[in-house]
């Protein structure tokens, strides 16, 4: 079974940077897909930021130019540095892992979630 832990979230002022980390074990797939996602209150789980075991990235439109999501295989880790953070890129952000869909950025084809940690962006 898949565990995913984050870690590194926090609280920031506009403007300012955050590094999120994901430290993975118990891998299933050759082909998979690992990825950050976030929820700010009543709103829906969306996407930010894929990699695909190959290295393809995939990026929300509102986190382009900003967010940078890699993956460290030997450590089975996967980071996300957010720069030039905005009030609206507060939420709780979680780490998910599952065979590539084809829409990565979509959260309902992942299966395997760690528990999330929470970013505020204050302005």
């Known amino acids: 079974q898949v565990q995913l832990v984050e870690s590194g979230g926090g609280s920031v002022q506009a403007g300012g940077s955050l590094r999120l980390s994901c430290a993975a074990s118990g891998y299933k797939y050759t082909y998979a897909c690992m990825g950050w996602f976030r929820q700010a209150p009543g709103k829906e789980r969306e996407g930010v930021a894929v990699?695909?075991?190959?290295?393809?990235?995939s990026y929300a439109d509102a986190v382009k130019g900003r967010f940078t999501v890699s993956r460290d295989f030997p450590k089975n880790t996967l980071d996300l540095q957010m720069n030039s953070l905005k009030p609206e890129d507060t939420g709780m952000y979680y780490c998910a892992y599952d065979s590539c869909p084809t829409w990565p950025l979509l959260p309902r084809d992942y299966t395997s979630w760690g528990q999330g940690t929470q970013v505020t962006v204050s302005s």
């Open positions: 990699i695909e075991a190959r290295g393809r990235t």
